[in-house]
């Protein structure tokens, strides 16, 4: 991957000075450098020439530097890198979102904008690269791999195939082909995956994936393709299977109780692998500001037993050798000047971040201004008219097949995000279902104007047995169409059209009451406020759809769930804006009610 240009005089001074005879610009100096290449912690100065180390030398030999920080007992390391996330997920534009996550050491993502190329295609991925020109934090784009992720299981506001690919692949901002999560189309020898892929592979670029629930010749049919990662753990044992079969294992800690068994089985390896990373995926503002991003994974890693420092070197010199890039990830001579200095290393606590030379935050501030590249952000992208209480109601088929009083058989998806079919028996009256206990009404819009906004209805389980009030929201991964959830239909109306009232949103409602509301009026999944406010709507829109009913599940963001709960590329029966669909088979269910 192509290295960030470094001004020839400038590489002169370096060279100049790493001999002696030109001063540093700047010297961090009595700290210990933390050596993630060989595993060691070791004294040393760092002398620094613009955006470059010039010079990694012996504790106290050099004192010719236009500015020199002292470091003592503390550690000088490489900056984070984080090696998939989307940051749309944060609900942030590029700018809030470095001043999230640059404080607390993130130097460099590499990005799949995949959620603004669903609503906004090719133009929302110009987007996110024009709008991440210029900030302290290095964003390395992908070309999203699969808009939308199973075609013909459900609509996004675009359809990106080969060509467009392509032309996106082509951009020298973009590094890759983003996770191919068309799982399905690639095993089935689907044409537009076969040329998707071909285009990632003819790049030179990246291939990334997301591997979900394969496992053995499925695994390696996969492999075969040309995709070559995977961050799809969900299940004990995934990271040893996907390491062994050759794949870069994007670690995440979105399920932190499988974290535990991952450091056992790392630990017990002749040898940590080269091929597995760090990343973050999904996280909202709120956590990114009260726990932390890819720094708040590795204090896990490091405080279920993995040692600091091979812990940083899943986010430093693992992730830069999976980038190809030899000008980071370490701190050595050369290399890019993304350094962070901590003053706890089993804490991952960070003082100081340097990007590129420049020291832009200090004890979690930033010191410097975040503001994004000259760009154009898609407005005005929800395109449904206001919703009525009865658009919730489920009822019985109307060709007469099923009574309007009695009962009736039907099918359920049982589970939030790992989904699997289940059946009950529903009472009927006057032709409309009587949701039952333990259960909730899920209701998908299709919101992107390519067909009528007819809502897609569903019973779930799994979701809790107490819910008051309802959940709407046009963030659901990863068609972003308008999804509810709740069993009151008139609750789920006063939520629906909240969030339809702001162009887009989540919102939580109790009968004709809004409770919490975020507005994303950008692409209906961004929010041009600062992360401190969004992440305070976040909390409190979070805390209201728990007041309502929702369950706070396994995943570290309850309210996750409800985005997340409609990825038609994960197995199992999940609803789309086309309705009922099995993402195991690769099937649209033509009926919710057996006869």
Not at 69 to 79: F, M
Not at 217 to 231: K, R
Not at 480 to 504: E, Q, Y
Request: net charge negative.
């Amino acid at each position: 991957m192509q290295r960030d240009e470094i001004d020839p005089e400038v590489r002169r001074r370096a060279v100049a000075a790493a001999r002696g005879r030109e001063k540093f610009d700047l010297l961090l100096c009595n700290g210990t450098v933390v050596d993630v290449g060989t595993g060691e912690l070791r004294s040393g100065d760092v002398g620094i020439v613009g955006p470059m180390i010039a010079s990694v030398h012996p504790e106290g030999t050099r004192s010719d530097a236009s500015e020199i920080v002292d470091c003592a007992g503390r550690y000088v390391a490489p900056g984070l890198i984080d090696m998939h996330v989307h940051f749309e997920s944060s609900m942030l534009t590029p700018g809030p979102y470095t001043e999230a996550v640059c404080p607390r050491g993130t130097t460099t993502i590499f990005c799949d904008p995949h959620e603004l190329a669903n609503v906004a295609g090719v133009e929302g991925v110009r987007y996110a690269v024009d709008a991440s020109r210029g900030l302290p934090v290095r964003f390395i784009v992908q070309a999203p791999s699969c808009v939308p992720p199973q075609p013909g299981l459900e609509l996004s506001g675009h359809d990106l195939m080969g060509p467009e690919i392509a032309e996106m692949l082509s951009w020298p901002e973009v590094g890759g082909l983003a996770e191919v999560m068309d799982m399905i189309g690639v095993l089935g020898d689907d044409r537009r995956m076969r040329d998707v892929v071909a285009a990632g592979l003819a790049s030179g670029k990246l291939v990334s994936g997301h591997a979900a629930g394969l496992t053995g010749s499925e695994l390696q049919a996969y492999l075969a393709s040309g995709i070559d990662s995977d961050h799809e753990i969900f299940m004990p044992g995934d990271v040893l299977a996907r390491l062994r079969a050759g794949l870069t294992v994007e670690l995440r800690g979105m399920i932190d109780p499988l974290l535990p068994q991952v450091v056992a089985d790392l630990a017990a390896l002749p040898e940590l692998p080269t091929h597995i990373v760090a990343c973050t995926d999904d996280l909202f503002a709120l956590t990114l500001l009260t726990e932390g991003g890819v720094d708040h994974l590795l204090r896990r890693l490091i405080g279920y037993g993995m040692p600091a420092v091979r812990a940083l070197r899943l986010a430093t010199y693992n992730a830069a050798y999976r980038l190809g890039r030899v000008d980071l990830g370490l701190v050595a001579a050369g290399r890019r000047a993304d350094l962070i200095v901590l003053s706890d290393l089993e804490a991952v606590r960070v003082d100081e971040v340097y990007s590129s030379g420049v020291h832009v935050a200090h004890e979690g501030r930033m010191l410097v201004s975040c503001e994004e590249g000259p760009s154009v952000p898609p407005l005005h992208t929800v395109r449904v008219a206001s919703l009525a209480p009865e658009d919730f109601v489920v009822r019985v088929a109307p060709d007469g097949s099923l009574p309007p009083v009695g009962t009736a058989r039907m099918r359920v998806i049982d589970g939030v995000i790992n989904t699997k079919w289940a059946e009950i028996e529903v009472e009927v009256t006057l032709g409309e279902v009587i949701v039952p206990p333990g259960h909730i009404i899920q209701a998908v819009v299709h919101r992107h104007g390519r067909i009528p906004a007819r809502p897609q209805l569903a019973l779930a389980s799994g979701w809790g047995d107490e819910w008051s009030g309802a959940v709407a929201t046009t963030v659901s991964h990863d068609t972003h169409n308008l999804v509810v959830f709740g069993r009151d239909p008139l609750s789920m109306a006063t939520a629906a059209n909240a969030v339809l009232a702001a162009d887009g949103g989540v919102a939580v409602a109790e009968g004709g009451n809004v409770l919490a509301m975020i507005a994303l009026p950008i692409a209906g999944i961004l929010s041009p406020l600062h992360a401190g406010e969004v992440a305070a709507a976040q909390r409190a829109t979070q805390d209201a759809a728990r007041e309502v009913g929702l369950p706070a599940g396994i995943l570290t963001q309850p309210l996750f769930q409800c985005l997340a709960s409609t990825l038609a590329c994960l197995p199992g029966p999940h609803l789309t804006d086309l309705g009922l669909i099995d993402g195991t088979t690769g099937e649209l269910v033509p009926d919710l009610f057996l006869v």
